[in-house]
């Protein structure tokens, strides 16, 4: 025991550090939830608005992203558990992973753990078992909130039983990505890569739960973000993945523990290796930018690939829903199936587009972020006390940034087109993807050139960005299944070309985001150049 | 440049910079000259570091001027820093990258290539390139600096507090590296904390304290800032030290006057050091001043009349 000695002094430390993101976390995730439930009332209370969703939500194209629903009769809380626990629990794993690398390899690298080790009597597992303490408060904060919430908004269909179980899968799906996380925190020496790591086994837990949803469920069970979807809340309540996922967050928190003792500090399991003593490739800003992002772009593109692949794997499923029905099919004939068929799958690929679009900003923008990242964290200096100026380091990180953010949204869309033509008989042409690519890309340059205004003039709050994009991101996808009103949705730049394919290409729109753009990358580039740089 | 006799590299005049509320400098004066090596010394947080990135163009100065081979620092940073090689105090380097890559690459972007040089200054610091910048500890980042800005061929050297991180041997080295450097005409400014570092380097010297330089001169002109101070014990009274040349602040600490504690001029420790062994040493001990001490010492006046204001 004399392991874990002073842990609860540790937690409270940790704590004392984090309850301003936790709450800040916490009452979005809990909000959001809680608002969106008693919105649901209003929308879904009729049978009417209840067939009519639970027909999109019922489309492959929907059990892809948000997984299935049950057969039978639906009430709003059935449509409301099923529309939003997957997307709950990813938003969930998204929080606590960034909470279980700040607490674990982050505090590490501060030179904090050493510090607290080295000089204090503090037990040597006493930080990990710490950080495994409050991610678990943490998520029991937020099952009880949105249970708490959830339970008063009182939705047709509920019972509270159901409303419990749906709180705490949320909570538990993130607890068990929290504790898996503190592995890879073991495994490698740096919080990028544990980072790196965790979004590459949630990427695979995603993809694995999608692929097995549309084409047999039983198969669901072999992804853990999987679990939380048999619960089937509301109906049989069933307590299993709950069990399930705790049992898994111990053994992941077993397992970190035991290699947590096995390693040295600030090392990882797997050792740093040795790399060649000259280079010739590295010449300046640009070059050193293409090395330090070499893996994570190549990731960010394999990942993508396999995302726009499964996405194109489901093609013919999206096409079967018409097939299913006789008395259409002989209703309209031949051609007209096919006609029905490809609207189907062109609304299908507009949708994901907007998925795919939400990704290329993220990829592009970590990378234009770098040039912070890289002044703030002093590697900087180096390079700027070199002769380049300001104006061409910035350039360098713009260019870059946005022709990577177009070459992953690419890449998406074409290996979806790849994939998804070879599983249906007509082809979809190569213009629908085209023009969808197309009318993302300005989206795309205008919130790069936003973090671009944000990084020239004011980078404290260069986070503004992941909250623009979420919100839009948020508009245009819960926007008309809320029913929120026609300004909110244009507030979204992803509203004003949403239905190409199906529909063609606004070009205003598209020449004022360009507009608007131009405009914030000449305000970041003065404002860069007139700035003082961190230290 | 070589040819070009006391030409001022380097001028700084009464220099500020304020950080919101915060006065970080509040009257900076430094030049240098062709040739020359120049010591910026003061106690942490006096506003080294700060003087230095005003200089580099990294931040912007509130009021007074800072030219850098007769140039803007600020506007015309690129042009300035061609000319330049810069070791910053705590040096941060990419995680991914290997030691030899690093310096491969600082040297490419001042327009210079690995040489010859550089092969004898890896050897000489001890480093393995072949390392990922993750694993190597404080002092051989540093290094790897080091060795990329010795093997860069300019005009102009700045180093930050460069021996924080390293050994007493590889210390040696830099200083062998800078008397060099000086030998073949470059201009070197090196800010320390540390008084005795910058005595065996510097031609001219600079003290700054709490955002103002408050004395520059050659380090003769500056011989009272060395003195030492030593604590002494005799079998036989001490006579002759309190008229002994370059003793100060006597003070014998027993009435037999065999202990006394005083300082003495670094000029004069040869011949007080005879006074005292004709009586017979039983213990000594001699420490440079630190720079408190100094600042107490001769500072001292000047803040009681600030308290008396």
């Known amino acids: 025991m004399e392991q874990y000695t002073r842990t609860m002094l540790m937690l409270k430390a940790d704590l004392k550090r984090d309850w301003l993101k936790i709450t800040v976390w916490l009452i979005a995730l809990a909000g959001v939830f809680v608002a969106v439930a008693a919105k649901f009332d209003g929308i879904y209370g009729s049978a009417k608005q209840i067939n009519t969703i639970a027909e999109t939500l019922r489309s492959k194209a929907m059990v892809a992203l948000v997984g299935t629903i049950p057969n039978g009769h639906l009430s709003t809380a059935l449509i409301f558990s099923s529309e939003m626990v997957v997307f709950w629990g990813l938003f969930n794993i998204i929080f606590n992973y960034s909470l279980a690398v700040g607490v674990s390899r982050g505090q590490e690298e501060s030179g904090l753990t050493e510090m607290v080790l080295g000089g204090h009597p503090v037990g040597r597992l006493a930080p990990i078992t710490a950080a495994a303490l409050e991610l678990l408060i943490a998520n029991a904060l937020f099952s009880v909130l949105t249970g708490v919430g959830t339970m008063m908004t009182n939705m047709p269909g509920s019972n509270n039983e159901g409303t419990w179980l749906l709180a705490i899968a949320i909570g538990a799906v993130g607890w068990a990505f929290g504790m898996i996380s503190l592995i890879f925190a073991q495994l490698v020496a740096d919080s990028h890569n544990v980072s790196m790591y965790n979004y590459a086994f949630l990427g695979a837990a995603y993809l694995v739960r999608m692929v097995t949803d549309v084409s047999n469920p039983d198969y669901t069970w072999l992804s853990p973000l999987g679990w939380i979807e048999k619960a089937s809340f509301y109906v049989d309540n069933n307590w299993w993945p709950i069990v399930m996922l705790i049992a898994l967050a111990f053994v992941a928190f077993v397992v970190a523990l035991a290699l947590n003792v096995n390693r040295d500090i600030d090392a990882g399991i797997i050792h740093v290796r040795s790399g060649k003593s000259r280079s010739r490739f590295l010449r300046g800003p640009a070059t050193l930018l293409m090395w330090n992002q070499k893996s994570t772009g190549l990731s960010w593109i394999l990942g993508m690939a396999i995302l726009g692949a499964s996405y194109g794997s489901v093609f013919n499923s999206i096409g079967k829903i018409v097939n299913a029905n006789p008395a259409m099919q002989k209703m309209m004939g031949e051609s007209g199936i096919r006609h029905m068929e490809q609207s189907q799958l062109l609304s299908y690929i507009s949708l994901l587009g907007i998925i795919f679009g939400l990704l290329a900003v993220v990829a592009g923008a970590m990378v234009v972020n770098r040039l912070f990242t890289e002044e703030r964290r002093s590697y900087l200096q180096m390079v700027i006390t070199k002769p380049q100026s300001r104006t061409y380091l910035l350039l360098t990180y713009l260019i870059f940034g946005t022709v990577f953010a177009a070459v992953v949204l690419f890449v998406a869309l074409f290996s979806m087109m790849a994939a998804g033509n070879s599983v249906i008989t007509h082809d979809l042409a190569f213009k629908y993807f085209w023009k969808v690519f197309i009318s993302i890309l300005p989206v795309v340059v205008l919130f790069i050139s936003i973090l671009v205004g944000l990084i020239g003039i004011a980078p404290k709050f260069r986070s503004l960005i992941w909250i623009l994009l979420g919100g839009s991101f948020m508009i245009s996808y819960f926007g008309s299944l809320m029913d929120m009103p026609k300004w909110l949705l244009k507030i979204s730049p992803y509203y004003w070309n949403k239905r190409v394919p199906v529909e063609s290409i606004n070009t205003d729109a598209a020449l004022w985001m360009l507009v608007i753009a131009v405009i914030l990358i000449v305000v970041g580039f003065i404002g860069y150049n007139k700035r003082d740089l961190e230290s | ?309």
Not at chain 2, 103 to 116: P, R
Not at chain 2, 209 to 217: C, Y
């Open chain 2, 1 to 309: 440049m070589n040819k070009m006799k006391e030409q001022t590299i380097l001028d700084v005049q009464n220099l500020q910079k304020n950080f919101g509320k915060v006065h970080a400098l509040k009257d900076v004066n430094l030049q240098l000259h062709t040739g020359e090596v120049l010591g910026f010394i003061g106690p942490n947080g006096a506003g080294k570091s700060t003087t230095i990135r005003v200089i580099l163009g990294l931040i912007r100065k509130s009021a007074g001027s800072a030219t850098v081979f007769g140039e803007n620092a600020w506007k015309d940073s690129v042009k300035i820093h061609k000319n330049l090689a810069y070791v910053p105090g705590d040096v941060y380097l990419w995680p991914n990258l290997t030691g030899g890559q690093t310096i491969d690459m600082l040297l490419h972007m001042s327009g210079q290539k690995h040489s010859a040089k550089t092969d004898e200054l890896i050897k000489e610091f001890k480093l393995d390139t072949s390392k990922k910048n993750r694993t190597y500890s404080k002092g051989n980042r540093q290094k790897v600096a080091l060795i990329a800005a010795f093997s860069t061929d300019v005009d102009l050297y700045i180093f930050d507090e460069p021996t924080s991180g390293l050994d007493p041997l590889d210390e040696l080295i830099f200083q062998q590296r800078v008397a060099e450097l000086k030998k073949r005409g470059k201009s070197v400014l090196l800010s320390s904390h540390i008084l005795s570092e910058v005595e065996k380097m510097c031609d001219t010297i600079s003290i700054i304290r709490e955002g103002k330089v408050i004395e520059t001169g050659s380090l003769e002109a500056m011989q009272h800032l060395t003195r030492n101070v030593v604590a002494v014990k005799t079998v036989s009274p001490i006579d002759g030290l309190d008229k002994a040349q370059g003793v100060h602040q006597l003070n014998f600490t027993n009435d037999q006057h065999t202990s006394a504690e005083f300082t003495v001029d670094s000029d004069q420790v040869g011949t007080v050091m005879a006074l005292l062994t004709k009586s017979s040493i039983v213990q000594l001990k001699t420490t440079p001043p630190t720079l408190e001490d100094l600042f107490l010492r001769y500072y001292h006046s000047d803040s009681n009349q600030k308290v008396g204001e």
